[in-house]
């Protein structure tokens, strides 16, 4: 399995970005995923996750309604929408693939993609 995230960059306070996770075969993403996010100096933290139907989501509280998970099997694609990004969101993105749902803990998951960064300026 392999995963390869997209769609981070440079913004302003209060924009959005849409970070995409593509897998690398159409069973890539036939799992619970998670969306994960780490900043320099601090542990990697749990964002989103998803289940394998996509009619389930669950969502860290710091992100809890300024972000939508979503998946689109045709596209072997997961994606997280941020909006009223902060600066406290800037972090490497990461996604994620598990045999669990919700699970929020790093460890819970198997495959990992290898991040894109978003960073908020104020």
């Known amino acids: 399995v392999q995963l390869v995230e997209s769609g981070g960059g440079l913004v302003q306070a209060g924009a959005s970005l849409r970070l995409s996770c593509v897998g690398s075969?159409?069973?890539?993403?036939?799992?619970?995923m998670g969306w994960f996010r780490q900043a320099p100096g601090k542990e990697r933290v749990f964002v989103a996750a998803i289940n394998w139907r996509g009619d389930r989501t669950y969502y860290a509280d710091s992100v809890k309604g300024r972000a939508t998970i979503s998946r689109d099997e045709d596209r072997n694609t997961v994606y997280l929408q941020m909006n009223n990004l902060k600066p406290e969101d800037t972090a490497v993105y990461y996604c994620?693939?598990?045999?669990?749902?919700?699970?929020?803990?790093?460890?819970?998951?198997?495959?990992w993609g290898q991040g894109t960064q978003v960073t908020v300026s104020s």
């Open positions: 994620a693939t598990s045999l669990t749902y919700p699970a929020t803990a790093p460890e819970r998951y198997d495959y």
């Open positions: 075969t159409r069973t890539s993403i036939t799992y619970p």
